[in-house]
Structures are given as C-alpha cells and as structure tokens.
C-alpha cells in the first residue's frame, strides 16, 4: 500500500565512485552522497542491482534524514 511519505523523497544514481562513495541527485537537482551500510558494502548482489539500475535511470526511494536507501522500496508498512 503507497502512502504519504514526506520523509522520503525520489533520487536518481548518478554516480558510484567505490563501495563508500555513491551520489544521487534529487527531483530539485541537488545532488547528495547516500549513506551505503555495512551490510550493503558487503553484498555482491546489491551491487549489481545497484550498477543497472544507474544504467536505466531509474528512480529510487530515499531516507531523507538519513540518505538511505529504503529496503521495502516504494511500500511501506503503516504504523
């Protein structure tokens, strides 16, 4: 179920420098550098997601405090 989510907000991977240093730019332009966890710096697969979805563009869902981004994707759970 979408709901309203004013703590997120859309971003698109613009460029992945190395496992610590990858930036977004956000529906406004600005651009920002996403918080990538321990858990995702280890993760093969999250990395080859991460590379195709920079080749297509896509847009993603983004923590805004803190710059991660959302496991569930676009779905949340309420509560």
Known sequence: MLNQM?????????RIENHD?????????????LHITDQQKKD?????SLINILRA?????????????????WLTVDG
Do not use: M, Y
Not at 23 to 29: P, R
Not at 44 to 48: A, I, S, V
Not at 57 to 73: A, G, I, M, V, Y
């Open 57 to 73: 563009e896509l847009w993603l869902p983004l923590q805004k405090r803190t710059h991660e981004l959302l496991q569930n994707d």
């Open 21 to 33: 240093k990858v930036f977004a730019t956000t529906e406004s332009g600005q651009e920002i550098e």
């Open 6 to 14: 004013p703590a997120v907000e859309s971003v698109q991977i613009n």
């Open 44 to 48: 093969r697969l999250f990395w080859e």
